[in-house]
């Protein structure tokens, strides 16, 4: 069949492929991410992909508003390059599927100081930071004052230092940045820094001020940032706050742990803490998850299956004549090679009892 605008006799000429419109130079276009209004059918979840210098706030806002509207869960598969956005996309597929049992998530306090260990249906367990430094967990939240790029937890900085040096927006190392041995936040070392991405948990909270801040231009100009130096290493995924007007306390991340624990996916996470902002007066969205909305580490308290009903009971053996034992009336006592009853003096057939069930 001829192609469109060709001749009868003449070969079809294919038509050219729509090319994206020319974007400047370090000025992402965001009409490239998804219209949020032609997103149909509502519900569902949307995964975001893209570096994470074109999710600028001024980006993710309306972006997530306009998701949050139409009751749709979100998240950003992100970071700092191709390979980062790689790395990612690696670990979001090849996570484990949610497990049954006995949740726990630690909570690294730096607001007091203190270390607490989260059980469902228990009390909080005090803990101490070497000691969940040194395990693996399901998910770790910290609750601590800083910033994107910095949070202190007491004898500990966490550092978004990602590499041998901060570099400035102009690639170049700066002279009093973050090292990998001191945080320029505390130049005369008191504190140890600790890196994000050294921190073994499969989601790790982030409940800091403006502690996922992805625009090269919306913080302190450096590539330091606690939310990128996280998704290049253990953790799976990476919640955290948008903004530093919410005045977190120690309930929010209370609150993200029980709903961890119940099972929710991690895409409802930041939906429980938006709506727990517009209840307190923020206007707009208020977290955001980098990872995958669909992601659960917990089965569901209601899709926990029920152990299985004992299987029914056989009916047992008819008592043996006592010369055919030397038990006496009732069971035998076989010899070892024995797998079955002695049968009876009416010479009926042999009936064979489970295993469970011999003596």
């Given at each position: 069949m001829p192609g469109i605008g060709a001749d009868e006799h003449q070969e079809p000429t294919p038509c050219p492929l729509p090319q994206p419109p020319p974007q400047q130079s370090g000025k992402p276009d965001p009409a490239l991410l998804h219209d949020p209004a032609a997103l149909e059918p509502h519900g569902g979840s949307v995964l975001v992909v893209a570096r994470s210098r074109a999710l600028t706030l001024s980006v993710l806002m309306p972006l997530l508003d306009a998701l949050a509207r139409q009751n749709t869960l979100a998240g950003a598969l992100t970071g700092r390059d191709d390979a980062a956005c790689t790395f990612a996309a690696a670990k979001l597929l090849a996570r484990h599927p949610a497990q049954p049992g006995?949740?726990?998530t630690a909570l690294l306090d730096g607001t007091?100081?203190?270390?607490?260990?989260?059980?469902?249906?228990?009390?909080?367990?005090?803990?101490?930071?070497?000691?969940?430094?040194?395990?693996p967990w399901d998910s770790l939240l910290v609750d601590a004052h800083g910033s994107a790029a910095h949070a202190s937890l007491g004898t500990v900085t966490l550092c978004g230092l990602s590499?041998?040096?901060?570099?400035g927006p102009d690639g170049k190392p700066l002279a009093s940045?973050?090292?990998?041995?001191?945080?320029?936040?505390?130049?005369?070392?008191?504190?140890?820094?600790?890196?994000p991405h050294d921190l073994r948990a499969r989601v790790l909270g982030l409940f800091?001020?403006?502690?996922?801040?992805?625009?090269?231009?919306?913080q302190y100009p450096s590539d330091v940032s606690l939310a990128l130096d996280a998704i290049e290493g253990h953790p799976q995924a990476v919640l955290g706050l948008l903004r530093g007007?919410?005045?977190?306390?120690?309930?929010?991340p209370r609150l993200t742990a029980a709903s961890l624990h119940s099972g929710a996916r991690?895409?409802?996470?930041?939906?429980?803490?938006?709506?727990?902002?517009?209840?307190?007066?923020?206007?707009?969205?208020?977290?955001?998850?980098l990872g995958d909305p669909e992601q659960q580490l917990h089965m569901p308290d209601g899709a926990l299956a029920p152990p299985a009903p004992p299987a029914p009971q056989p009916a047992a053996c008819p008592p043996?004549?006592?010369?055919?034992?030397?038990?006496?009336?009732?069971?035998?006592?076989?010899?070892?090679?024995?797998?079955?009853?002695?049968?009876?003096?009416?010479?009926?057939?042999?009936?064979?009892?489970?295993?469970?069930?011999?003596?």
């Open positions: 006995p949740a726990h007091t100081g203190l270390t607490h260990v989260l059980r469902a249906g228990h009390p909080d367990q005090r803990s101490t930071l070497t000691e969940v430094l040194a395990s590499g041998a040096a901060e570099h940045g973050c090292t990998p041995t001191t945080c320029k936040t505390d130049p005369a070392s008191r504190t140890r820094p600790l890196a800091v001020c403006n502690a996922i801040t992805l625009g090269e231009a919306e007007d919410l005045d977190t306390s120690g309930h929010e991690l895409g409802q996470l930041a939906t429980l803490l938006d709506a727990h902002g517009r209840r307190r007066g923020v206007r707009g969205p208020s977290a955001i998850l043996t004549p006592k010369h055919w034992a030397t038990g006496g009336y009732g069971w035998p006592t076989p010899k070892p090679s024995n797998t079955g009853c002695m049968p009876p003096l009416t010479g009926a057939p042999m009936r064979t009892c489970p295993p469970a069930w011999r003596r």
